[in-house]
């Protein structure tokens, strides 16, 4: 599949955002890194235009950790500052040192087991951590943080993040629309993991036709 039509579709989806839908230019830096955190999904699962080399075309993918640190914190516009082994933890996470991050983030959940971002950061530093691969403990953080609290849809956007990467996109649809059905109508959140899903939604009918075709069907 050519990248041509996707980078198109991201072009197309931010223009819609800002002139249709009205997102204002204070949420343009967002919108921007939700295409792009996107797009680097969609690669890490269709790797289109690679060779069918097993097991290396995925593993060196860079993650911005500061990208990452950012958008957690969408789920949160409680003014209140993160605990400060979270504060530390995204420190080491910025850099690309999900190993550290992990053990403030992990320390964070031992001080206050009710704390829904340390093991939302908790669940995402696992992911990294282990190249993007959604490992038992990284589930068990993600499903911790969600029974903390269902309307915040922060576990569910990443976890299904961590689907996606894992070529479950399927699963990503379901768990961002259930993220959406349990939101506030006035989560400051609701209106970009929308837009994402619409998104996600359009690449995936858009390959539908060709993957058909591959199959003989």
């Known amino acids: ?18 002139f249709l839908i009205g997102v204002k230019k204070g949420g343009w830096a967002l919108l921007g890194a939700t295409l792009l955190f996107g797009l680097t999904g969609y690669a890490l699962q269709g790797t289109p235009g690679l060779p069918a080399a097993p097991g290396t075309a995925t593993e060196k ?13 969408e789920y949160f516009s409680d003014p209140q500052l993160p605990s ?24 964070a959940t031992e001080e206050n087991p009710r704390d829904l971002e340390a093991w939302l950061a908790l669940g995402i530093a696992l992911v990294e951590h282990a190249d993007g691969r959604l490992t038992p403990a990284a589930l068990l953080a993600f499903e911790r943080a ?18 996606l990467r894992s070529g479950e996109a399927g699963r990503t649809v379901e768990l961002w629309r259930e993220a959406l059905a349990n939101a506030p109508e006035d989560a400051e959140w609701r209106e ?18 060709a993957s058909a075709g591959q199959d003989g069907r």
């Open 1 to 18: 599949m050519s990248w041509i039509p996707v980078i198109a579709l991201a072009i197309v989806s931010f223009a819609a955002a800002v």
């Open 61 to 73: 993918q860079a993650v911005d950790g500061e990208l990452l640190v950012n958008a957690r914190r």
């Open 84 to 107: 400060r082994w979270i504060i530390t933890g995204d420190g080491y996470a910025r850099r690309g040192n999900f190993a550290q991050a992990a053990g403030f983030y992990r320390s």
């Open 146 to 163: 969600q029974q903390l609290d269902e309307a915040n849809g922060g576990a569910r956007y990443f976890l299904g993040m961590s689907w």
């Open 192 to 209: 970009s993991l929308a837009l994402r899903l619409l998104r996600l939604e359009a690449l995936l009918a858009s390959d539908q036709p």
